[in-house]
Nanobody, 123 residues
Framework: QVQLVESGGGLVQAGGSLRLSCAAS????????MGWFRQAPGKEREFVAI????????YYADSVKGRFTISRDNAKNTVYLQMSSLKPEDTAVYYC????????????????WGQGTQVTVSS
């Protein structure tokens, strides 16, 4: 079993930056693809970014491309999401998730989820 804990969320002004972390425990996730998703009030959970187990492949939602960067440190069993040039529409609860097999952006493909961390961007 894998436990994922997100941290680093908070309140930031538009144009600012935040770095989210997702620490895994229970077992190593070094062989898992890892993803970040977000869910705004009244909206469905949406894909944000994904990184392959080696870190060699990344993919982003169009809405965050060029502003967000996903990375991982397998030695620390941790995944990061660096968010820059934040916009009010980035306000959401951000979740990390682990995928044992494959490199899918579909929420159903993920086996483990964290509890989320709130990001609020003020205008």
């Amino acid at each position: 079993q894998v436990q994922l804990v997100e941290s680093g969320g908070g309140l930031v002004q538009a144009g600012g930056s935040l770095r989210l972390s997702c620490a895994a425990s229970g077992r190593t996730v070094s062989s898992y693809a890892m993803g970040w998703f977000r869910q705004a009030p009244g909206k469905e959970r949406e894909f944000v970014a994904i990184i392959s187990w080696s870190g060699g492949n990344t993919y982003y939602a169009d809405s965050v491309k060029g502003r967000f960067t996903i990375s991982r440190d397998n030695a620390k069993n941790t995944v990061y999401l660096q968010m820059s040039s934040l916009k009010p529409e980035d306000t959401a609860v951000y979740y990390c998730a682990a995928q044992r097999r494959g490199l899918s952006i579909a929420t159903l493909a993920y086996d483990y989820w964290g509890q989320g961390t709130q990001v609020t961007v003020s205008s």
